[in-house]
């Protein structure tokens, strides 16, 4: 009698799917085979992201003697392309502080990479089988 | 930084701001959370209603100390 075939998360690697998902918002499930949920994920976080870049939020980077822009940092970060590509294409990524919308802004843009970063960890679980 | 031209039809309103935040992170969690269908609007409603219910709350609280 033959086993029954493994999941098809079962059978692909850990380590790419968590790279795909920090690249991609919902690139990771897409790769593991949860085709819905990767492309309901996806379009959450990136309205969440063109929220933020749209409410003129900031795009934060590290700065001398503010050690909470660490943290905001490595939240932004956590969209990775998205991230990468607002940098590169936008004329302020430093948002802009008189908007009335900016601070929306910045609570939108770290919540979307916060949400990617959870994103690359359910991924993790998944690709071990620790979660459906 | 230039807003997108879509979203930023989208009117500086606090409450649709903070309503579409929370529809966001409610639907977010609620298929993060859940597999089942009926659970997951289930979780989805309560997110929601929690997170705009709570702004209003905090809102409603912060009224009488505008500074």
Not at chain 1, 59 to 83: C, D, H, K, R, S
Not at chain 1, 122 to 129: K, L, N, Q, S, V
Not at chain 2, 13 to 37: G, K, N, P, Q
Not at chain 2, 41 to 64: R, S
Request: charged share 15%.
């Amino acid at each position: 009698m033959t086993p029954p075939p493994a999941p098809e998360s079962a059978r692909r690697s850990t380590s790419i799917a968590m790279v795909l998902a920090w690249l991609i918002p919902g690139l990771g499930h897409y790769y593991l085979g949860k085709r819905k949920t990767a492309a309901a994920f996806a379009v959450i976080v990136t309205l969440t992201f063109l929220a933020g870049v749209s409410f003129q939020g900031r795009l934060y980077t590290v700065e001398q003697g503010q050690p909470l822009t660490i943290l905001a940092t490595f939240a932004v970060f956590g969209t990775g392309l998205l991230n990468i590509a607002a940098r590169l294409f936008s004329e302020n990524p430093g948002g802009v502080i008189l908007a009335p919308t900016y601070e929306y802004g910045c609570a939108y843009l770290l919540t979307a990479g916060l949400m990617n970063l959870l994103l690359v960890l359910d991924a993790f679980d998944i690709a071990r089988g620790r979660k459906p | 930084m230039t807003a997108l031209p879509m979203l930023a039809l989208v009117p500086a309103d606090h409450f649709l701001i903070m309503t579409l935040y929370a529809f966001l992170v409610s639907a977010f969690f609620a298929i993060l959370w859940r597999e089942d269908r009926r659970e997951r609007w289930k979780l989805f409603g309560i997110l929601m209603a929690a997170l705009v219910g709570g702004g209003l709350a905090v809102a409603w609280l912060m009224y009488p100390f505008p500074r």
